[in-house]
Each structure stands twice: as structure tokens, then as C-alpha cells.
Nanobody, 126 residues
Framework: QVQLVESGGGLVQDGGSLRLSCVAS????????MAWFRRAPGKEREFVAAMSRNNGHSYYADSVKGRFTISRDNAKNTVYLQMTSLQPEDTAVYYC???????????????????WGQGTQVTVSS
């Protein structure tokens, strides 16, 4: 069982940066693949970034590639999402997700994740 708590959201201007954090409680954090998803107003939840527990590789949505970076600190049970060059289209609630059994081929699929945080709001003003 894992509990996830996100933080770091807020209001930022177009072109600004934010770093989101997600702290996991429980043991065995290194065994979990970790991901970030987001839900914008009136839209469905979408994949943002993930880091596989299997191969340590990172995966990104095309819309954020080159601007966002996912990283993790297993000693702190924390996964981060560094967001740069933020755009108004990045405005959304950002959710952290974890799963210990997900395979790389499904790492972008929200339905594959068993554990979710409560979300943190990111608002980018133009």
C-alpha cells in the first residue's frame, strides 16, 4: 500500500517554471514505477511523464518533451516533475501515480496505476 502526496503547484506566468514533488509513504518505493498525469478543465486526464522501475528510463508526452523532466530520489521516497517554459495550455491539476507491476509498454496508461495522489493545481497565466 502506498499513499502519495503532491505539492509544489501554484500560479506562474507564461514562460515560468515550477517543480512538483510527490512523496510516497510506505516501504519499497524503488519498486514502483512513478508517473505524472494531468487533467485540464473540461478535458480528460492525460499522461505527462513517467519513470520506469524496470529500466530507469523516462517517458514523456510529446506536448511536454524538452520542457518537463521527471526524476526520483529513492532515499526520500520522492518523485519530482521539473516544469520549465510553462504555457497556459499546461494549466491543469497534476496527479502523481505509482504502480509496482506496470510494464513499460503500458506506462502511459492511467488505468494501469493502482495508487494516486490527490492532485496539485498548476495555473499558467498569459
Amino acid at each position: 500500500q502506498v499513499q502519495l502526496v503532491e505539492s509544489g503547484g501554484g500560479l506562474v506566468q507564461d514562460g515560468g517554471s515550477l517543480r512538483l514533488s510527490c512523496v510516497a509513504s510506505g516501504s519499497g518505493f524503488s519498486r514502483y514505477s512513478m508517473a505524472w498525469f494531468r487533467r485540464a478543465p473540461g478535458k480528460e486526464r492525460e499522461f505527462v511523464a513517467a519513470m520506469s522501475r524496470n529500466n530507469g528510463h523516462s517517458y514523456y508526452a510529446d506536448s511536454v518533451k524538452g520542457r518537463f523532466t521527471i526524476s526520483r530520489d529513492n532515499a526520500k521516497n520522492t518523485v519530482y516533475l521539473q516544469m520549465t517554459s510553462l504555457q497556459p495550455e499546461d494549466t491543469a491539476v497534476y496527479y502523481c501515480a505509482a504502480d509496482s507491476r506496470i510494464i513499460v509498454g503500458l506506462i502511459r496508461s492511467a488505468s494501469q496505476y493502482d495508487y494516486w495522489g490527490q492532485g496539485t493545481q498548476v495555473t499558467v497565466s498569459s
